[in-house]
Every structure is written in C-alpha cells, then in structure tokens.
T-cell receptor, first 114, second 110 residues
Framework: IAGITQAPTSQILAAGRRMTLRCTQD?????MYWYRQDLGLGLRLIHY???????GKGEVPDGYSVSRANTDDFPLTLASAVPSQTSVYFC?????????????FGPGTRLTVL | GQQVMQIPQYQHVQEGEDFTTYCNSS?????IQWYKQRPGGHPVFLIQ?????EVKKQKRLTFQFGEAKKNSSLHITATQTTDVGTYFCAGKAAGNKLTFGGGTRVLVKP
C-alpha cells in the first residue's frame, strides 16, 4: 500500500441499502477526513477524526457514520442510502500538529444511489 | 458558518494567456490553501499562505493572501494545456475545520 487507498472505486447502489466505503492509509497520519464532492459545491466535510478513537461531525454529517478503531482505517457508512447521496467521496489525511496543514487525498469512490 | 466563495466557476483560457481566480471568505482566516484537481483525479495540495499580504510563486503560478486575510487569488501566466483542471481554495479560520470553495474549472483552448 502506498499512501491512501479507497474501496470500492465505484458503486451503484439501490436506495435503502447499507454501504460502507473503505479508506486505508499507510502514512501514519493522525487526522483523517471524509469529503463529498458535488459539481459546483466543492468539497464538503462529512466527518473527521483527529486521532484514533475519536471522531467528529463535519458540515454534512446526516445519513453518514464513521469509526476510527486504529490509525490506518477510517470507514464511512451509509446506513440507508438515498439518491441525494450520489456523489464522489474522497478520504483525506493530515499529519498531526498545527504546523502540518496539507491534506492528502485518496483516489475517491464514485457512488450512485438509484 | 464559515463560507468560502470562488469566482469564476468556469474559466476558458486561450493557451498562452493569463488568468486569475479569486477566493473570498466570510470570516477572517488563519491560513488558506490551494489545491489542484486534474480531470478524473483527486485534489492535490499546491500551497499554503499564512501571513497577511503574503505572495508566493510556483513557476507560472502566483498566489496571494489579502491584507485582511479574507481573500486570496491565484494568477497563472502563459497558460498551458497542463494547467487544465479545477483549482480549489480552502480556508481555515481559528478553531474551525478547513472549508473548501466551489472551485474554478479551467479549460484551455489550444
């Protein structure tokens, strides 16, 4: 593994189904983030984790949940998918500490909810 | 809450010409970052500005942070086809998470 991996690359999902998007990093970064990207709206923060064992809500958390059992993994779960959750989802990481603000992004997951 | 606006949303540029994209925040920022996303790719960090009035250059790209730390600009000179993509600014206010603007999608006409 090099950097950040996300799975699946793309997915078509029926409304009402449960779905987990996976994100794994090998950079040992403390902070991890989930964003969704929609045309014209940029990247909007869904949930974040400053360190393993802690999570927080971002700008658009409704309908999503996360967990951070260890440093490397930060899965995003849609409990019951709805069409408005059709989007491209990016996982990102950041090295801990106030000096290091650059975020590193994974390749993304394209999700379509029908 | 904190809002970050970018204009224009789209920029069609003739190859060889210059252009500027602007970023405005509703709140004073502690720093601002710029990212580039190539078509079909993921955002990649370009630069961070921290000081009031700061100007940084990366080859043909010039980044500026406003005196009031509420706005920023990215100026690209002599645009090339490799400049195609979407440029995002992202502002961080004290105690807040990074907030991304909507992006400027740059299309280059050869």
């Amino acid at each position: 593994i090099a950097g950040i991996t996300q799975a699946p690359t793309s997915q078509i999902l029926a409304a009402g189904r449960r779905m987990t998007l996976r994100c794994t990093q090998d950079m040992r970064h403390n902070a991890m983030y989930w964003y969704r990207q929609d045309l014209g709206l940029g990247l909007r923060l869904i949930h974040y984790s400053n360190t393993a064992g802690t999570t927080g809500k971002g700008e658009v958390p409704d309908g999503y949940s996360v967990s951070r059992a260890n440093t490397d993994d930060f899965p995003l779960t849609l409990a019951s998918a709805v069409p408005s959750q059709t989007s491209v989802y990016f996982c990102a990481t950041k090295e801990g500490g106030a000096r290091y603000n650059e975020q590193f992004f994974g390749p993304g997951t394209r999700l379509t909810v029908l | 809450g904190q809002q970050v606006m970018q204009i224009p949303q789209y920029q069609h540029v003739q190859e060889g010409e210059d252009f500027t994209t602007y970023c405005n925040s509703s709140t004073t920022l502690s720093n601002i970052q710029w990212y580039k996303q190539r078509p079909g790719g993921h955002p990649v960090f370009l630069i961070q500005l921290v000081k009031s009035g700061e100007v940084k250059k990366q080859k043909r790209l010039t980044f500026q942070f406003g005196e009031a730390k509420k706005n920023s600009s990215l100026h690209i000179t002599a645009t090339q086809t490799t400049d195609v993509g979407t440029y995002f600014c992202a502002g961080k206010a004290a105690g807040n998470k990074l907030t991304f603007g909507g992006g400027t999608r740059v299309l280059v006409k050869p």
